[in-house]
């Protein structure tokens, strides 16, 4: 199985500051024939489901604010929040889907300072 | 608009059956793949999985001798039995529509908690 470990556990970011999760993978998640990367980011607020934000490591989902966006390739990935608002407090979980067992970073809770 | 609702027993003893069903509304289940992920209370996500419209299935081999999952497109549901089960499966279990195989999830139900409890 591919391990996904995220730093940190957990931040605190006063409100219109930027945050950045970080997502380290086991093994590379970059597939050579399409250059992509099978990595994708989920908010988790209390009482929720996961919501999709980032999938392909850098592409937004629909409807997902620009303050959000994804980078890095093979085993190093980043989740940023450019301007952190309330509704952004959550715990983030990265994933790959390179390979199944699909699996998930064990989350890091945002809060604010 | 997609929706997925899980529903299902929420309470169920050591060594016996939990089964849930996922009823799907907004898109056919004869498109894309279908995935049961589970998360223990105050703890994080665990994939249990997936099924395709096909039928085929793939499962997290840490389950796979006690998980079968199947397709309803009558109804346009899928469904997740798990067996012997134990305290350590106690979580909210959610499903969601998986795209790609493996593939990330765009959609996804409400969860429900099921405890294992005698």
């Known amino acids: 199985d591919i391990v996904m470990t995220q730093s940190p556990d957990s931040l605190a970011v006063s409100l219109g500051e930027g945050a950045t999760i970080n997502c380290k993978s086991s093994?590379?998640?970059?597939?050579?024939?399409?250059?992509?990367?099978?990595l994708a980011w989920y908010q988790q607020k209390p009482g929720q489901p996961p919501k999709l934000l980032i999938y392909w490591a850098s592409t937004r989902e629909s409807g997902v604010p620009d303050r959000f966006s994804g980078s890095g390739s093979g085993t190093d990935f980043t989740l940023s929040i450019s301007s952190l608002q309330a509704e952004d407090v959550a715990v983030y979980y990265c994933?790959?889907?390179?390979?199944?067992?699909?699996?998930f970073g064990q989350g890091t809770k945002v809060e604010i300072k | 608009q997609v929706q997925l609702q899980e529903s299902g027993s929420g309470l169920v003893k050591p060594s016996e059956t939990l089964s849930l069903t996922c009823t799907v509304s907004?898109?056919?289940?004869?498109?894309?793949?279908w995935t049961w992920i589970r998360q223990p209370p105050g703890k994080g996500l665990e994939y249990i999985g997936f099924l395709f419209y096909s039928g085929s299935t793939n499962y997290n081999p840490s389950l796979k001798s006690r998980v079968t999952t199947s397709l309803d497109t009558s109804k346009n549901q899928f469904s997740l039995r798990l067996t012997s089960v134990t305290a350590a499966d106690t979580a909210v279990y959610y499903c969601a529509r998986q795209r790609g195989a493996p593939g990330y999830f765009d959609f996804w139900g409400r969860g429900t908690l099921v405890t294992v409890s005698s």
């Open positions: 994933q790959q889907y390179y390979s199944t067992p699909q699996t």
């Open positions: 907004g898109v056919s289940i004869t498109t894309y793949s």
């Open positions: 093994q590379s998640v970059l597939y050579s024939s399409n250059t992509k990367n099978y």
